[in-house]
């Protein structure tokens, strides 16, 4: 797992890099309102193949099997990981969305406005890794973790530029310490369970 959690990242980061350098800077975001609007642009694209290609997923399994009868239980190995894959990307969107109009919002330029396009992408990249790698084994959905270190990384840049838009440096800090104490604390409670024989 750990292998292709690097593996993944390399290729995101990869991905990333090429999409920003190959783009050429988007024409008329000077106005942050243009810049809001072309992420928005963005997260309807994301939540069309991301999101409603597994709902549709979801539905024609259900039209073609006995689960037409949402309440008679049946469902497929196949319809689990479709509807868990559903029920993970809606969590993400929640960390995807309002980090990408942050970030969105912070790119002064077109050129900088590469960086919401190549994030887009390899986000959407990222739910398609995560879905197919699912349905390769529970494990193998490690391929999509780049997606959510996405997520988490706008809303970590967009924090810190509220944070000091309030307070200086020391309200980046102290909103970026805040989280990251959060994530210690985690780290620290969270125990393995213990194994079954």
């Given amino acids: 797992m750990l292998r292709e959690i690097a593996i993944s990242f390399a290729v995101a980061a990869a991905l990333w890099l090429a999409a920003y350098f190959l783009l050429?800077?988007?024409?008329?975001?000077d106005e942050p309102l243009a810049r809001l609007i072309f992420?928005?642009?963005?997260?309807c694209v994301a939540v069309l193949l991301c999101f409603v290609?597994?709902?549709?997923?979801?539905?024609?399994?259900?039209?073609?099997?006995?689960?037409?009868?949402p309440l008679s239980g049946y469902e497929t190995r196949r319809m689990t990981i479709n509807l868990r894959y559903l029920q993970n990307t809606l969590e993400q969107l929640l960390v995807f969305l309002p980090g990408l109009f942050?970030?969105?919002?912070?790119?002064?330029?077109?050129?900088a406005m590469r960086a919401v396009a190549a994030t887009a992408l390899v986000w959407i990249v990222g739910r398609f890794a995560f879905?197919?790698?699912?349905?390769?084994?529970?494990?193998?959905?490690?391929?999509?973790?780049?997606?959510?270190?996405l997520g988490m990384a706008m809303?970590?840049?967009?924090?810190?530029?509220?944070?000091?838009?309030?307070?200086?440096?020391?309200?980046?800090?102290?909103?970026?310490?805040?989280?990251f104490a959060g994530e210690a604390i985690l780290f620290a409670t969270t125990k393995p369970l213990a194994s079954r024989s």
Wanted: hydrophobic content about 50%; some cysteine.
């Fill in 131 to 149: 879905w197919i790698g699912y349905h390769q084994g529970g494990l193998h959905r490690a391929a999509g973790a780049p997606g959510m270190m």
């Fill in 155 to 179: 809303l970590l840049y967009v924090g810190a530029r509220f944070g000091y838009e309030l307070a200086g440096w020391a309200g980046a800090g102290l909103l970026l310490a805040l989280f």
């Fill in 102 to 111: 942050g970030l969105a919002y912070y790119s002064g330029s077109g050129a």
């Fill in 24 to 29: 050429p800077p988007l024409a008329g975001m």
């Fill in 53 to 69: 290609l597994g709902i549709e997923a979801v539905a024609h399994e259900r039209l073609r099997s006995p689960a037409i009868d």
């Fill in 39 to 43: 992420a928005l642009k963005c997260g």
